[in-house]
């Protein structure tokens, strides 16, 4: 499959009817007593080249709906199109004719710390993605050297271990490893809620500039109002595992539809001078 050529009409994600359920167990035998639903009939699509971000409360199922389009969490029903192609068993594609889901979609985490691995120099850790896919080292040297330059950390950055960068550096350093395998759609988990206001700027620039240079779709799941304003094309509501609202990004912000919506935007703190 030539992943270069997909048709530009087609969503980069179409998700239909997608339910999550987590098993509650309970006895001695610990035994699964009922079935807790997370993401329920769940059904958006992002566009290719667009931002979308995911919004609602705390608890409400923004990281398992992500967690379940590259299979960290298992589906119960609904499906999920990548460029128009169903995913099954993270692949996409037929069976002769298919690429791995993880090679066109990467994640990015909360946590940049507890996402790479001490163990490893950043050498090893930007490269080991593409090596197993049967890229010689030498060439993924190259492309890691590339994508330090992109994000901004200097090329000797290649021998040095994680906890030898500070938390925006971190940051950056998953950005570049998750476009190490050049991915189509990134899914970002509140990539900056742990880091400081002037950091969190750099990273969201970073984000778009990376999505005009390069494309790339964006799922981006944060808490801040204004950084979702400021970022995203479309906005998607949840409440208790339900998508209330979806839409271009300044109607939802602006003149939300949806009762839980408004009361969303309304508990946003503002500063006002005495
Ligand atoms: N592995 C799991 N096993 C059982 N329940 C889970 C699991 N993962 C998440 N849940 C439950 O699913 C619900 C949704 O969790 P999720 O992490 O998706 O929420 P969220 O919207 O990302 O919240 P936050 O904004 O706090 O990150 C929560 O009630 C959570 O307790
Ligand atoms: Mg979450």
């Known amino acids: 499959m030539n992943i270069e050529n997909f048709d530009k009409a087609v969503p980069a994600i179409e998700v239909n009817e997608l339910t999550v359920k987590f098993p509650i167990r309970g006895g001695v035998f610990s035994k699964v007593k009922d079935y807790f639903t997370a993401v329920d009939n769940v059904s958006f699509s992002l566009p290719q080249g667009k931002i979308l971000s995911i919004v609602g409360e705390s608890g409400c199922g923004k990281s398992t709906l992500v967690k379940s389009l590259v299979g960290l969490v298992p589906i119960a029903k609904g499906d999920v199109n990548l460029f128009g192609f169903s995913v099954k068993n993270g692949k996409v594609g037929t069976a002769k004719d298919f ?15 507890s996402s790479l691995n001490p163990r490893q120099t950043v050498a090893e850790i930007l490269t080991a993605p593409v090596v197993a896919r049967g890229i010689p080292f030498d060439d993924a040297c190259k492309r890691a050297k590339e994508l330090l330059d992109r994000v901004s950390l200097p090329t000797g950055a290649m021998d040095k271990f ?113």
């Open 99 to 113: 690429v791995r889901v993880s090679d066109l979609v990467q994640m990015i985490f909360q946590d940049p710390f």
């Open 162 to 274: 994680p906890h030898e960068f500070s938390g925006g550096q971190r940051q950056r350093l998953c950005i570049a490893r998750s476009l190490m395998v050049r991915p189509k759609v990134l899914l970002c988990d509140e990539v900056t809620s742990a880091l400081d206001v002037s950091v969190q700027a750099q990273i969201l620039h970073l984000l778009d500039d990376l999505r005009c240079e390069l494309g790339l779709s964006i799922l981006f799941i944060s808490h801040d109002m204004q950084v979702v304003r400021a970022l995203s094309d479309e906005v998607l509501v949840m409440y208790f595992g339900h998508a209330v609202e979806h839409g271009a990004a300044d109607d939802v912000l602006s003149n939300p539809q949806n009762d839980y919506t408004k009361k969303l935007l309304a508990s946003v703190p503002t500063i006002r001078r005495a």
